[in-house]
Structure formats: structure tokens, C-alpha cells
């Protein structure tokens, strides 16, 4: 029976941290302060606004002008977010390889819709990829498991026939709140000091390289 991959966007399928780690230290320029290093902004890239305005401004949404500079980091994302993106390293290969399988996959992420198709175009996905589901489709956002269940729903599969790929505590949460298998892109921006074994996912990949033999001995246990 065919099976259906679902994946997050940020920190999974592209590295998109040097974009939005650029908007955000263009909040800090417009503020008179230096820029971040990288590094220091990269583990917040997929908590979106919130996390990544927490980490250059220590700005949280009960700020008085929290929903201004949100605006504002989301234009000047918009208007550069196809810099330095990049799918990670072993992702086309791995979309390849589930293609000449006869698996279908897809995209859930907590990414407006508005932000996430063009770069999903952007990257070359937009053609094999059976469903995007953005931050805005449906009601809910992750770790709410709606998003996934649109998915599954939308593409035609049952969530126990689907897998569920993300580098967030909360692709995992939604994953099995879904009723779907789950695998941790520890490639992504999930820190090098979480405890990722206490999330219990079905498995943990290290490099994209990783996450086929995964789906491969989940879809030897259906």
C-alpha cells in the first residue's frame, strides 16, 4: 500500500535559518544594535517570529510593540528569504529515492502559506509534492495535530499510513497526536543540548542521509 512522508519545512527540508536569522538582525540594525552572530539566532529559526524576535530584541508577543516589529521582520523576510535558503544536503536525493518508490510526500508547516509556497516553488518541490499545508490553513498550527490530519486528508491517506518528519518538539507532539509515526531531523534546528530521545520518537535521523532507513523499517512493521 502506497504511504504518504509528511515533512516540516524550516530545519527539515531547507535551511532557512540564514534568512530569517538576517531579518532578524535587521529588527536589531533598525534599533541602533549590533548584529547577533548566526549561531546565537540559528537554534530559534523554527520558532518563526516569535522565537527569533525573543532571541535578537528579548522581545515577547505581550510587548507593546511586539505586533509592529512582527510586521515589520515578516516584510523584510519576505523580501529576501530566497538568499541563502537551501534544501539541506541529501534532501533531493532522499525526495528522489521516495519518488522511485511509489511513496507520496508532502509539507506541514507552521509557515504562512503567503511565505511558504513561493519558497517551496523557489526550491523546486512545488511539482512532486502532493500537499502543502501552511500556519494559516487550517484553524489550528502545530503541535495541534490539524494541520497534519488536512494533510492526510487532502493527499487521500489514513494518518496510520503516514510518517511524519520535523526538527521540533512540536512536529513530534502533533505527529503522534495525528496518529502518524514520527522522526526527528536532529540535522535541524533543534540544539545540540535537547534531550531529543525524551520526545519518543519512531526515529531520530542525524543527517537527511538517515531518514529513509527509517521510513523503511516503519513501513516493514505496517
Not at 39 to 56: F, I, V
Not at 157 to 174: K, T
Request: hydrophobic content about 40%; charged content about 20%; aromatic content about 8%.
Amino acid at each position: 500500500m502506497q504511504k504518504l512522508v509528511l515533512f516540516d519545512f524550516d530545519g527539515t527540508l531547507a535551511d532557512t535559518a540564514p534568512d530569517l536569522a538576517a531579518a532578524a538582525n535587521r529588527q536589531r540594525a533598525r534599533r541602533g544594535l549590533p548584529p547577533l552572530h548566526y549561531e546565537a539566532l540559528r537554534p530559534y529559526a523554527s520558532q518563526g517570529a516569535r522565537g527569533l524576535l525573543k532571541a535578537a530584541l528579548d522581545m515577547a508577543p505581550d510587548h507593546p510593540d511586539y505586533e509592529t516589529c512582527r510586521q515589520q521582520f515578516l516584510e523584510d523576510y519576505e523580501q529576501d528569504m530566497t538568499t541563502l535558503t537551501r534544501l539541506f544536503p541529501g534532501i533531493q536525493e532522499l525526495l528522489s529515492t521516495l519518488k522511485q518508490n511509489n511513496y507520496a510526500w508532502g509539507i506541514v508547516t507552521n509557515k504562512m502559506e503567503y511565505l511558504a509556497i513561493p519558497l517551496v516553488v523557489h526550491l523546486g518541490l512545488y511539482t512532486d509534492c502532493a500537499i502543502t499545508v501552511g500556519g494559516d490553513t487550517t484553524e489550528h498550527t502545530k503541535p495541534h495535530p490539524a494541520p497534519l490530519l488536512h494533510a492526510a486528508k487532502q493527499a487521500g491517506f489514513d494518518p496510520v499510513h503516514c510518517i511524519y518528519v520535523g526538527d521540533d518538539e512540536r512536529d513530534i507532539i502533533a505527529g503522534k497526536a495525528a496518529g502518524m509515526a514520527t522522526v526527528v531531523a536532529a540535522y535541524g534546528y533543534c540544539g545540540q543540548e535537547t534531550a531529543l530521545h525524551a520526545w519518543q520518537a519512531d526515529g531520530i535521523a542525524q543527517s537527511a542521509h538517515e531518514i529513509w532507513p527509517v521510513i523503511q523499517r516503519w513501513a516493514d512493521r505496517q
